[in-house]
């Protein structure tokens, strides 16, 4: 009896899995340091500055934004799609295992856990409600406007530079 080749599925089915536990740990590792930096920034900013807790909620989602701009554009050098927003980094199809696991620490992991939607929702919602309109306004549109920019500049920065003639 001979046996035959696999076929392409069923290498990828081999193949798939240790990959998936691998992005799986660095995700979570990535994640672990996200979040304790998430956490130190918050400290920083209520207990040592003695600011308000939106402040710092916005300082990371601006970096955050910023580095994941840096980021995807390091990771994947071509301009970036919207199809490619819909998936996660480590997800991007085009990218090589080396890439997809370092996406998977860095982006996935360690600047999702380090930005925080959920803080700034719960924040800018006690702003409303306590009739704090001005700083309700500066967090949301800062949040947004700014992280826009923040992405947008973190492209541009993150581009390996295209030298003429090259």
Known sequence: MSARPPSEAGRLRATGIPEFSSRLALVAIGGGVGAAL???????FR???QWPAWTGTLTVNLA???????????L???PLRIEDALLLAGDLPQLEKRQRL??????TGGLGALTTFSAFGIESAELLL???LAEAA????GSLVLGLGGVSLGL???RPAVRPGA
């Open 102 to 107: 370092l996406a998977s620490l860095l982006v």
């Open 76 to 78: 994947d050098p071509r």
């Open 156 to 158: 541009r920065v993150g």
């Open 130 to 132: 306590h009739g704090r």
């Open 138 to 141: 500066s967090s949301v549109i």
């Open 38 to 44: 998430r956490g130190l920034c918050g400290i920083l």
């Open 64 to 74: 955050g934004a910023f580095l994941i701009g840096v980021a995807f554009a390091r």
């Open 47 to 49: 207990d040592l500055l």
